[in-house]
T-cell receptor, first 110, second 117 residues
Framework: DGGITQSPKYLFRKEGQNVTLSCEQNLNHDAMYWYRQDPGQGLRLIYYSQIVNDFQKGDIAEGYSVSREKKESFPLTVTSAQKNPTAFYLC?????????FGPGTRLTVT | AQSVSQHNHHVILSEAASLELGCNYSYGGTVNLFWYVQYPGQHLQLLLKYFSGDPLVKGIKGFEAEFIKSKFSFNLRKPSVQWSDTAEYFCAVNAGNYGGSQGNLIFGKGTKLSVKP
């Protein structure tokens, strides 16, 4: 089955630790995205990548980092510099103008 | 900057009631418009989209939306809701390369729909 996988579904970390969220797609899409979803805030763009080895900051990139070494993978690192990291994180890939979303990872930092 | 406004944060309806969720966007040029739905515990999925042509767009599960260019609106409608329509609904706009966005989607803040059986 083609699709986007994000793992794990739930992630718990202590404050001050970096954590990396996984996103893999087998749709052969060039573009991939990371969003953060908070209650009442909708989806806000963290980083995006239009092609392998290239990525751009989105609207709320501070405290996050990404890499895009392979077409199918776009991991997101939430660093200790992110002041409010507890959130639901969604990964997406794009074909044409339509984005396809993964199931999300709920990160809780205490 | 571009923005998308969804007027209602939470809508509560009884089954068989009609639904209309408002969506307005701020960009004046050519846009692609989307409604996404997130059912409890499920992926965000596309409900319907408008690129060009007939401004009345039909989507999955009996939903439709009307693009009114003069009002910068793309409201979502369903004549008769079901309990299974309980979900969060997001309007999104893709305004091409406006402002260097490279065709990224701008999302509204979402509307939670609760349908009482």
């Amino acid at each position: 089955d083609g699709g986007i996988t994000q793992s794990p579904k739930y992630l718990f970390r202590k404050e001050g630790q970096n954590v990396t969220l996984s996103c893999e797609q087998n749709l052969n899409h060039d573009a991939m995205y990371w969003y953060r979803q908070d209650p009442g805030q909708g989806l806000r763009l963290i980083y995006y990548s239009q092609i392998v080895n290239d990525f751009q900051k989105g609207d709320i990139a501070e405290g996050y980092s990404v890499s895009r070494e392979k077409k199918e993978s776009f991991p997101l690192t939430v660093t200790s510099a992110q002041k409010n990291p507890t959130a639901f994180y969604l990964c997406a890939s794009k074909e044409g103008s339509e984005q396809y979303f993964g199931p999300g990872t709920r990160l809780t930092v205490t | 900057a571009q923005s998308v406004s969804q007027h209602n944060h939470h809508v509560i309806l009884s089954e068989a009631a009609s639904l209309e969720l408002g969506c307005n966007y701020s960009y004046g040029g050519t846009v692609n418009l989307f409604w996404y739905v997130q059912y409890p515990g499920q992926h965000l999925q596309l409900l319907l989209k408008y690129f060009s042509g007939d401004p009345l767009v039909k989507g999955i599960k009996g939903f439709e939306a009307e693009f009114i260019k003069s009002k910068f609106s793309f409201n979502l409608r369903k004549p008769s809701v079901q309990w299974s329509d309980t979900a969060e609904y997001f309007c999104a706009v893709n305004a091409g390369n406006y402002g260097g966005s490279q065709g990224n989607l701008i999302f509204g803040k979402g509307t939670k729909l609760s349908v009482k059986p």
